[in-house]
């Protein structure tokens, strides 16, 4: 298998990482240990049955977890940690033609970055489907979830078994998160902006001097 072919497929993996940090782990790990997926000798752990069973309990607790409210925003608060640390170790586990210094700083660079975009283009839709949770009953979180779920699965099987197809939706997943994280920044301003106008804005000392200077020559 080729660098290129790698690549694509340690970066698809790395943005499936983002939207769920164990799936991809434990499905990778699988994969290996029968036989049907060549990892980094580096990485080549992900295969053990400790690590299988702890990415087994951790995929389990991370799909029911994020169904509801309160706690989807925790394990999006975790997951800005180790959604990039497991983007990283897919995408170096698939790099099995470098040595593993190399291996580890691609993955990170590829894998990290990817994985952290994702999460956070989904942190954002998330958390403003959380404001509308008077309204769903936390079922719009749920859906979003379950949607999230539905995603990841259909992209860890093109990673696999079509690279260049999942490659691409990743690009474009990619320039949909990021467009996101701006607009909510964007967002974010104007409503700082209108806030901040209708408490009223304090006068500048220099405006404050004129102020007095001007009361004080009517006097």
Not at 34 to 55: K, M
Not at 176 to 191: E, N
Request: charge should be positive; charged fraction near 15%; include cysteine.
């Amino acid at each position: 298998m080729g660098l290129a072919v790698q690549l694509m497929m340690g970066v698809s993996l790395a943005a499936c990482a983002g939207l769920r940090a164990w799936l991809p782990m434990l499905v990778v790990g699988l994969l290996a240990r029968g036989g049907y997926a060549q990892l980094h000798p580096s990485f080549s752990f992900l295969a053990r049955e400790d690590a299988l069973i702890v990415f087994g309990v951790a995929t389990v607790l991370e799909f029911l977890g994020d169904k509801f409210v309160v706690v989807d925003h925790f394990l999006d608060a975790a997951g800005t940690l180790l959604r990039p640390a497991a983007g990283t170790v897919l995408a170096s586990s698939m790099l099995s033609n470098l040595d593993p210094l190399a291996a580890t700083v691609l993955g990170l660079i590829v894998g990290g970055g990817t994985s952290f975009t994702v999460h956070a283009g989904k942190a954002v839709a998330r958390a403003k489907m959380s404001l509308f949770a008077p309204l769903h009953a936390g079922l719009g979180n749920a859906a979003l979830s379950a949607v999230e779920d539905i995603l990841s699965a259909i992209g860890l099987w093109l990673a696999l078994h079509a690279p260049l197809l999942a490659f691409l939706i990743t690009l474009l997943a990619l320039i949909g998160a990021v467009w996101i994280v701006l607009k909510f920044i964007r967002t974010g301003k104007r409503l700082f902006t209108f806030l901040r106008g209708r408490r009223g804005i304090k006068l500048r000392p220099s405006d404050a001097d004129r102020t007095v200077n001007t009361q004080r020559a009517k006097a």
